[in-house]
């Protein structure tokens, strides 16, 4: 159907047609829609980063070769592979066994599968909780799939997962608000450590003050953490070692977030979504 038109008057839709899309196009679809929120879910629960390989399409230009534009598809190169051939299909995803998970509490630890946490939330009927619990958990998916090169963006992804929760946490509460200012009582920084007492009680107070410092320093003042930022191969001032200091320590500020993050989103989903089901 040609849909060009002029400016001038209003586009012509009568002659365009509907047909119906074959089941197996639907199917597909929503198979690799389900396979997406899965996979999302596990990297939120998981101590374990799980992933699948894109199909990202896009037109690109030869390196090393003719200056000719084409439009083709990204792919997993292995250097095994010779030309491309037919292969014995294989399952996409098959989700992996971790024996136990712990969900701190404050006077006791449970011990569950992970299998029992991913019920908890498949089972659950749909809802406006449980799409936002996804949402959070595909902030987290991204933040650890870029942890490897890009660890300040990953550090505010995480961050930013929490803060997520907090919100679905609070969904329903009206804030309380100064009379005299206006501001919220129940101010975004003092909000945050709570939550963290409460779902993920046992990490340190120096901790949680560390990582919403470098959040606040990241979103607000553009500063990446030091371990991003160039370093000298050698040491050769107080000053050199004071920097090797700080990367190290953003590091590990960005290891103790990510275990911080998965200890809240299971204690999160074990607490609410299991009293939801009971």
Known sequence: TDLSYSLDSPPDFSSLKTFPIPDSVVQAGDAADKLDEIIDIVNALASRHVFQYGNYQAWFT???????????QEFYHHPNIGTPENIDPTPRFELFEEKVLFIEGDHST???????????????????????????CRVVARGRRISNFDLSTS?????????????????????????ECGQERYRVVRKFKDFLDEYCFQIDKKI???????????????????????????????????????????????????????????????????????
């Open 62 to 72: 030869e390196l090393g070769g003719d200056r000719e534009c084409r439009y083709g």
């Open 110 to 136: 449970q011990v569950i599968r992970l299998q029992d946490l991913l019920n908890l939330y498949f089972l659950a009927p749909d809802s406006r909780e449980k799409r936002l619990f996804r949402d959070a």
């Open 155 to 179: 550090f505010v992804l995480l961050v930013s997962s929490i803060e997520s929760l907090i919100h679905l946490k609070h969904l329903d509460n009206k804030p309380e608000k100064c009379s």
């Open 208 to 278: 949680k003050d560390s990582i919403y410092d470098r959040r606040s320093a990241l979103v607000h003042r553009g500063q990446f953490l030091p371990f991003e930022q160039r370093q000298r191969y050698y040491v050769e001032t107080e000053e050199d070692l004071i920097a090797r200091r700080e990367a190290s320590v953003s590091l590990l500020d960005l290891e103790n977030l990510q275990l911080a993050t998965i200890a809240c989103f299971r204690a999160f989903l074990f607490k609410e979504f299991g009293r939801a089901l009971h």
